[in-house]
Nanobody, 120 residues
Framework: QVSLVESGGGLVQPGDSLRLACVASGHIFGSYCLGWFRQAPVKEREFVAAILWNLTFYADSVKGRFTISRDSAENTVYLQLNSLKPEDTGVYYC???????????????WGQGTQVTVSS
């Protein structure tokens, strides 16, 4: 059984940083693409970043501010969020797929999400 569990969200001010973590279990970590998506109220879920082996991919809106990384020994993927803006607010989801994609429906497994709120 595959499981993805996110943590690390919170309420921060503009310009602050957060680090999200996603612990994967169920033999999912090896060759899977692990991605982060986010969803703001009344908006569609959007791609944020993904990592496949040593390759990383980012949405233009977060490039240069967010960093995705993975710790294979801990079966964990991280998303470092720097220089946060109010428009970064949303529920952040971890997801896993057999190949890289920016489309949510390519991802077979999802976590429950963690809330990130950026507000002054």
């Amino acid at each position: 059984q595959v499981s993805l569990v996110e943590s690390g969200g919170g309420l921060v001010q503009p310009g602050d940083s957060l680090r999200l973590a996603c612990v994967a279990s169920g033999h999912i970590f090896g060759s899977y693409c692990l991605g982060w998506f986010r969803q703001a109220p009344v908006k569609e879920r959007e791609f944020v970043a993904a990592i496949l082996w040593n390759l990383t991919f980012y949405a233009d809106s977060v490039k240069g501010r967010f960093t995705i990384s993975r710790d294979s020994a801990e079966n964990t993927v991280y998303l470092q969020l720097n220089s946060l803006k109010p428009e970064d607010t949303g529920v952040y989801y971890c997801a896993a797929a057999n190949a890289y994609s920016t489309k949510p429906n390519y991802y077979d497994h999802w976590g429950q999400g963690t809330q990130v709120t950026v507000s002054s």
